[in-house]
């Protein structure tokens, strides 16, 4: 009896923790757009309930006629947990689904810390800080670090894991008779990426699906200034297992500038068209219920110009992390052929499903490059401020 007592108090213990961290990923905002059902399953065991009267309400869907701003709650498994959820309705929307390959120059706002020389005195800079000011002067690119030379302490400003902190550190003198502090640091980032969307009416547009990181530290870049240009596949290393391949691009020269880059977010960088970016078909937004398990289509240039792809859609999951909502497969045989899989470059690759601009391309599957994941096209949305607008 004792044995089966210490089982049953393990699983309760298990099942608490469980409920409590599943719990702990709900989201805390939904997005529906008016007159359109919506299902009330925002996850497996997860439901919307006490809706307001505002929210007309059917056994398995919901649909909200007037723009505003609502409460909820979301039960999980019949009432095990709960939350309140902010539950925001727009406008349906529609986008032109790109799918161009566009080259990406990015100069961030202040230094991103990469690493420390030998005679470095130590202290308490960390790798992947970023610097924003030296004794309050602001430093917006390395040229503006390098100016410090003084056989002083200094005061950097920095930011880190989205704090803002005061920190201190020693110039040393060198052989050459000038002062450094010992710090390796990078301001900027460029390469090539997918753009996913552009909106025709306000000229907004997103790409990558994922932000812009320093390669070494993983530290995403604040933006100083940015641009995304015309670029054409140069070469193709397919993905294989254990070895993502990537698209080499080359920036064409001579070519307008495409747009600036405005916002460099979790969810991909967001800026302004200045000349028109290419063609595209325009679909109207599908939000993430509106996805499903089955196949779809992708949409970018891996050396054949802009082109349709056909995938799978294998899992659909609201929770967790934002840029891994759509875990998905390559089934086209002409892609596979081409290039393995997913690699990189093909990032912000739109996703459409039933007519719909679903969600981008993000990560592969370092294991399996024929699989990876996107985000849904709502988040995206939503870091570009687009939603609200």
Not at 121 to 150: C, M, Y
Not at 234 to 262: C, H, M, N, Q, Y
């Amino acid at each position: 009896m004792r044995y089966v007592r210490r089982i049953f108090f393990a699983g309760a213990i298990c099942a608490l923790v469980y409920f409590v961290n599943f719990s702990g990923s709900l989201p805390r905002e939904l997005v529906m757009f008016s007159g359109l059902p919506q299902s009330r399953s925002v996850a497996r065991g997860v439901r919307l309930d006490d809706l307001p009267a505002a929210i007309d309400t059917s056994a398995e869907t919901v649909v909200a006629y007037d723009e505003g701003e609502y409460e909820a709650q979301l039960s999980l498994l019949g009432g095990l947990a709960n939350r309140r959820v902010h539950i925001r309705v727009v406008s349906p929307k529609s986008l032109t689904a790109a799918g161009d390959l566009v080259g990406i120059k990015l100069v961030g706002r202040g230094v991103v810390v990469i690493g420390f020389a030998d005679f470095y005195p130590g202290g308490e800079l960390e790798k992947g800080d970023v610097i924003v000011t030296v004794d309050g002067r602001p430093v917006e690119s390395f040229h503006d670090f390098s100016a410090v030379a003084s056989g002083e302490a200094v005061t950097l400003e920095v930011l880190r894991d989205e704090r803002r902190l005061n920190v201190s550190a020693a110039c040393v003198p060198c052989e050459d008779g000038q002062t450094r502090l010992g710090i390796w640091v990078r301001d900027s980032a460029a390469g090539v990426g997918t753009l996913t969307f552009v909106d025709r009416e306000t000229g907004v547009y997103g790409a990558l699906g994922h932000g812009v990181s320093e390669s070494e530290t993983g530290v995403r870049f604040p933006v100083r200034k940015g641009t995304i240009e015309k670029s054409v596949v140069a070469s193709v290393v397919k993905g294989r297992r254990g070895s993502p391949g990537e698209i080499t691009g080359a920036f064409v020269t001579g070519a307008d500038t495409l747009g600036t880059i405005e916002s460099n977010t979790d969810c991909g960088i967001f800026g302004r068209t200045l000349n028109d970016p290419g063609g595209g078909e325009t679909y109207p937004v599908g939000l993430a219920g509106d996805v499903e398990v089955g196949g779809a289509q992708i949409i970018c240039d891996v050396g054949e110009g802009r082109s349709y792809y056909d995938i799978r859609v294998l899992r659909v999951n609201r929770l967790g992390n934002v840029t891994k909502g759509i875990l998905l497969e390559i089934t086209d045989p002409r892609l596979l052929e081409l290039t393995g899989g997913i690699i990189q470059g093909m990032s912000g690759s739109p996703i459409i499903q039933n007519g719909k601009l679903v969600g981008a391309v993000t990560h592969v599957l370092v294991n399996d490059p024929t699989c990876g994941y996107g985000v849904f096209i709502e988040n995206m949305l939503d870091r570009a401020g687009e939603l609200a607008g």
